[in-house]
């Protein structure tokens, strides 16, 4: 089916819309990721936690002790950027890194006390944040169905990324 265009898109009457904007999955992602982002790194930066290592704390708070290539996949970085962002951690004073004698290729990054101690103020506060930010308006079921639905598709992209 061909679309008509014009010079102003204005001008093309909605039902020749054939995909519009409220339709586009990731056009509404987009938003909603915005929306949360801005909120989320306001409450963040109230607990002096750095954007860019916080989903490395958030992983290493619940797999402690993992290795950095583990780390690495788990938030969904690039090597590069998970090397700098634990070196300012690490000096930061937030994560231990350890190379084994008996493999020095292999890495393990784990939370200090200090970390945990951060973790344990800031947690409760991002949880109330994300709930009125993110959940506003939803249902316990609706908030379930959604996180249920938004595990499915980040394994498809996933299962799609190792495909490449």
Not at 17 to 33: D, F, K, N, W
Not at 74 to 92: D, F, I, W, Y
Not at 120 to 142: H, K, M, S
């Amino acid at each position: 089916m061909a679309k008509r265009t014009a010079s102003n898109p204005s001008e093309l009457p909605d039902d020749d819309i054939v995909h519009p904007a409220s339709e586009s999955i990731g056009l509404l992602m987009r938003i909603g990721l915005r929306g949360l982002r801005a909120a989320f790194k306001a409450t963040l930066a109230r607990h002096k936690i750095q954007w860019s290592s916080w989903y490395y704390l958030r992983v290493l708070w619940e797999a402690d002790g993992i290795s950095q290539r583990e780390l690495t996949q788990r938030v969904g970085a690039m090597q590069p950027n998970t090397v700098s962002t634990l070196r300012m951690m690490e000096k930061a004073g937030l994560v231990r890194i350890e190379r084994p004698e008996s493999d020095r290729r292999s890495t393990k990054v784990w939370l200090t006390p200090k970390a945990r101690r951060l973790m344990q103020r800031a947690l409760p506060e991002i949880r109330e944040t994300r709930q009125w930010v993110a959940f506003e308006g939803f249902t316990d079921r609706e908030e379930v169905e959604l996180k249920r639905l938004l595990n499915k598709l980040c394994d498809n992209v996933t299962r799609e990324r190792r495909r490449r």
